[in-house]
T-cell receptor, first 115, second 107 residues
Framework: GAVVSQHPSRVICKSGTSVKIECRSLDFQATTMFWYRQFPKQSLMLMATSNEGSKATYEQGVEKDKFLINHASLTLSTLTVTSAHPEDSSFYIC???????????FGPGTRLLVL | GIQVEQSPPDLILQEGANSTLRCNFSDSVNNLQWFHQNPWGQLINLFYIPSGTKQNGRLSATTVATERYSLLYISSSQTTDSGVYFCAVNYGQNFVFGPGTRLSVLP
């Protein structure tokens, strides 16, 4: 398997503020990481693919200026929710995949509540 | 795009019972994974199973890629098996999740 960490595990913020979530691949270098969002009682939806050293690829309907992704190193990707609003409250989960291997490994998730 | 369906959507079992969860997908896929999401939200890898059959303790899974479905078997269920079970498939560059099966195991 693979070990993926996320920080923070939960965050509460006021509307209009920005929140940064970190995703770390602890036991291998990940050129690609993935960010998902999960609303209550729903499945996971891919938001974007984070590529080390280049721009992220966003899924249709996901605002790239609102959800800033930075993949500055082979072990760290960050997701910044800018000017958060209550509708951004959700469970954000990152994942990694070893090069050449098919399985994805997920972090423990970050629960965001915007008041 | 690809459609991933899971059945049943909800399942309630008495502790000790067996169950079968199904995942259907509408196109050929590169791989398939089964996950268990625990009450705290953590996704736990159960199986990476693009084809064939695998077993891990009380759990086993079978994927018939040519017929575009996968089955997850849970035997002698325990209360700790409660949670949501997702299948997810690799379709091209995308990793697509099914809607999940919510399992409740009663003591």
């Amino acid at each position: 398997g693979a070990v993926v960490s996320q920080h923070p595990s939960r965050v509460i913020c006021k509307s209009g503020t920005s929140v940064k979530i970190e995703c770390r691949s602890l036991d291998f270098q990940a050129t690609t990481m993935f960010w998902y969002r999960q609303f209550p009682k729903q499945s996971l939806m891919l938001m974007a693919t984070s590529n080390e050293g280049s721009k992220a690829t966003y899924e249709q309907g996901v605002e790239k200026d609102k959800f800033l992704i930075n993949h500055a190193s082979l072990t760290l990707s960050t997701l910044t929710v800018t000017s958060a609003h209550p509708e951004d409250s959700s469970f954000y989960i990152c994942s990694t995949k070893k090069a050449g291997a098919g399985a994805q490994y997920f972090g423990p998730g970050t629960r965001l509540l915007v008041l | 795009g690809i459609q991933v369906e899971q059945s049943p959507p909800d399942l309630i079992l008495q502790e000790g019972a067996n169950s079968t969860l199904r995942c259907n997908f509408s196109d050929s896929v590169n791989n398939l994974q089964w996950f268990h999401q625990n009450p705290w939200g953590q996704l736990i890898n159960l199986f990476y199973i693009p084809s064939g059959t695998k077993q891990n303790g009380r759990l086993s899974a079978t994927t018939v890629a040519t017929e575009r479905y996968s089955l997850l078997y849970i035997s002698s269920s325990q209360t700790t098996d409660s949670g949501v079970y997702f299948c997810a498939v690799n379709y091209g560059q995308n990793f697509v999740f099914g809607p999940g099966t919510r399992l409740s195991v009663l003591p």
